[in-house]
């Protein structure tokens, strides 16, 4: 049996056959890519045979994704819940966290987290560096680290962002009461 190798991989015949079922197909050319019509039908009974192989296992390999992303997300959502019962402390050795210094990132959760309302990024920056007055004293741009933070904390939904007057203001997202 012939298999086709392509970038050290093993293509099977149902992933070539896929490619071919497409309504266009781009060629290289030396002068550029250029579309062309549907490729005739397979005729070779290797090539069919590759087509099926490429096929069959690009079908594993996305099942195994999906199956490692699950797990993925559950490993992540259960070291989130212990880091809440616990604290971070749990995450780290005593030996980590008497040498580690707080990062920015956990800076802004904690003033955040404190503030009672919603804080613009001026405010979260004085208050950063009234309570951490380590935080300004390092070099580099400390309020575009402080608005980076702020919008991965967004991304992240952990923090939420509106507008109010023309000024943008972030708080801690309040978690719905699941009593």
């Known amino acids: 049996m012939r298999v086709l190798l392509v970038g050290d991989e093993r293509l099977s015949h149902t992933a070539l056959a896929t490619v071919q079922s497409a309504p266009e197909v781009i060629t290289p050319t030396p ?4 579309a062309t019509g549907p490729l005739p ?3 070779d009974h ?3 045979m590759v087509v099926e192989q490429v096929g069959d296992q690009l079908r594993q390999l996305t099942l195994q994704r999906q199956r490692i992303d699950r797990r993925i997300a559950i490993l992540k959502r259960t070291l989130k819940g212990l880091a809440l ?5 749990l995450l780290r050795t005593p030996e980590e966290v008497a040498e580690r210094r707080l990062g920015i990132t956990h800076a802004c959760r904690l003033v955040l987290d ?6 613009s990024a001026r405010e979260v920056y004085a208050a950063l ?6 935080f300004s004293r390092t070099p580099g741009n400390h309020r575009a680290s402080l608005f980076t933070i702020l919008n ?9 962002t509106f507008l109010r007057n023309g000024s943008r203001f972030w708080q801690k997202r309040q978690q719905p009461d699941t009593r």
Do not use: H, M, S, W
């Open 31 to 34: 002068t550029g890519d250029v």
């Open 41 to 43: 039908p397979v005729c």
């Open 46 to 48: 290797n090539l069919q």
């Open 85 to 89: 019962l616990y604290g971070d402390v």
């Open 114 to 119: 404190r503030a009672d309302t919603p804080l």
């Open 129 to 134: 560096q009234e309570e951490f007055p380590d």
């Open 152 to 160: 991965r904390l967004t991304k992240y939904g952990e923090i939420d």
